[in-house]
């Protein structure tokens, strides 16, 4: 079974600085892909950020990117230059067979202007 | 393209009934998933088809079920509705083939309330 952890339940952040959100994982697969959800107070769960595991480069969309350590099962996300709109719950989520996706708990982010 | 779509939005059952929402994946998406989001439980997984077929189911109660259609929209079951059944019951939609790990699409969900 893949468990994925969350460990902030929540964090904050000034508008414009820099926050990393840490996720660790446990799989025995070794082909995986790993996800960050964004869940706004809207309830529509947005991808933000996907990395595959066979890939060593980590993967960076615009303001956000992660710090994929496959050997020590981490998996964390950086949003720099925060900004309002990213204030929201990010979930960090593992999908090594088919289409099922564990899911951590969740981080709740608020980004104070 | 257009997303993932879930009807109705929102739900209000009473215990012991039945309900069936319905989603209709990103065009061109064979597979289907669905979650259910609770704040005590976090967001689990249901089942999933592709191509009409049930290929994983998570650890829910047989009045948890599901199907896909031809076109790929997929409806899932709860009978017998209970306290415990509300939630927020979000769909997916991905290209994944095989057994290839893809990302999902998601839709705005259906929030369902059980009294």
């Known amino acids: 079974a893949q468990t994925v952890t969350q460990s902030q339940p929540e964090m904050s952040v000034q508008e414009a600085e820099t926050v990393t959100l840490s996720c660790t994982y446990d799989?025995?697969?070794?082909?995986?892909?790993l996800f960050w959800y964004k869940q706004p107070p809207s309830r529509q769960m947005i991808l933000v950020i996907r990395?595959?595991?066979?890939?060593?480069q980590n993967a960076t969309e615009n303001r956000f990117s992660v710090n994929f350590q496959k050997a020590a099962k981490s998996f964390s996300l950086k949003i720099s230059d925060s900004q309002l709109g990213d204030t929201a719950m990010y979930f960090c989520a593992l999908n090594n067979a088919g289409n099922m996706l564990t899911f951590g708990g969740g981080t709740r982010l608020m980004v104070k202007p | 393209k257009a997303g993932v779509t879930q009807t109705p939005r929102y739900l209000i059952k009473t215990r012991g009934q039945q309900v069936t929402l319905s989603c209709s994946p990103i065009s061109g998406h064979r597979s289907v998933s669905w979650y259910q989001q609770t704040p005590g439980q976090g967001l689990q997984f249901l089942f999933e088809y592709f191509s009409e077929t049930q290929r994983n189911k998570g650890n829910f109660p047989g009045r948890f079920s599901g199907r896909q259609f031809s076109n790929s929209r997929s409806e899932m079951n709860v009978s017998t509705l209970e306290l415990g059944d509300s939630a927020l019951y979000l769909c997916?939609?991905?290209?994944?083939?095989?057994?290839?790990?893809?990302?999902?699409?998601f839709g705005p969900g259906t929030r369902l309330t059980v009294t």
């Open positions: 799989t025995s697969e070794n082909n995986y892909y």
């Open positions: 990395q595959e595991a066979y890939k060593q």
């Open positions: 997916a939609s991905s290209s994944a083939s095989a057994t290839s790990p893809v990302e999902q699409y």
